[in-house]
Structure formats: C-alpha cells, structure tokens
C-alpha cells in the first residue's frame, strides 16, 4: 500500500491550492481517505473524508466551504482544494487510509499515510 502526495506548494494568501494523493497496492475504491493537516507547534487537525467508490464526503466545520474533496478513479487519485488561503493555513497536509467501513467512524484511526506536503501561504 502506498500513498504518494504532490510536491511542496507556496501559494500567497487568497489563492488557492490543490494537493494530490495517488494510492497504489490495493483497491482505490474500496478505502475511505481522509486529509489531516499538522500545523507547526499544533497537533494534528482532521479535515474530512471521501469515499472515492462514490465521490461522498464530509467536512470538517473549520474547513465546510472551503476546502473540496474529489476523487478520479481512472488514475487512483484523490485531491485536496483549499480556497481562501490564510497564513493559518500554513501546514503540512497528509492524506491517509482508513480501513474503517463506517462512514462516520470518528476514530480517525489510519493504516497508511501519504508522505506528506507542505503547504505555505505568505506574501
């Protein structure tokens, strides 16, 4: 199983930013994943989940409106847009399998991760 995140991304605050996540060694559609971001000094922080078999998600409120999930089956690949970029936002963005199949298991418990990508906003 791996996951493999996109590279490193500096975006000035208000833009926006698209993070990919490509899965290999298992059935893309049969695994929810889910984003979590570390923010330096913070801990983790979950951001939400999407079903790629379906392309459902669901959101954390911090994020709801801003961020937006999707998945391409064709290629094994789900994506993170984050809109409205602040300084806050400033972070290491992870995606990571969970093997739950209950759609609204709160446990956040993950037996894969992407490698991670840095995202930097500032002007």
């Known amino acids: 199983v791996q996951l493999v995140q996109s590279g490193a991304e500096l975006r000035n605050p208000g833009a926006s930013v698209k993070v990919s996540c490509k899965a290999s060694g298992y059935t893309f559609t049969k695994y929810y994943i889910d984003w979590v971001r570390q923010v330096p000094g913070q801990g983790r922080e979950w951001m939400g989940r999407i079903d790629p078999e379906d392309g459902a998600t669901k959101y954390a409120q911090k994020f709801s409106g801003r961020v937006t999930f999707t998945a391409d089956t064709s290629i094994n690949t789900v994506y993170a847009e984050l809109r409205s970029l602040r300084s806050e936002d400033t972070a290491v963005y992870y995606c990571?399998?969970?093997?739950?199949?209950?759609?609204?298991?709160?446990?956040?418990?993950?037996?894969?991760w992407g490698q991670g990508t840095q995202v930097t906003v500032s002007s």
């Open positions: 990571a399998r969970n093997p739950s199949d209950w759609w609204s298991d709160d446990r956040n418990e993950y037996d894969a």
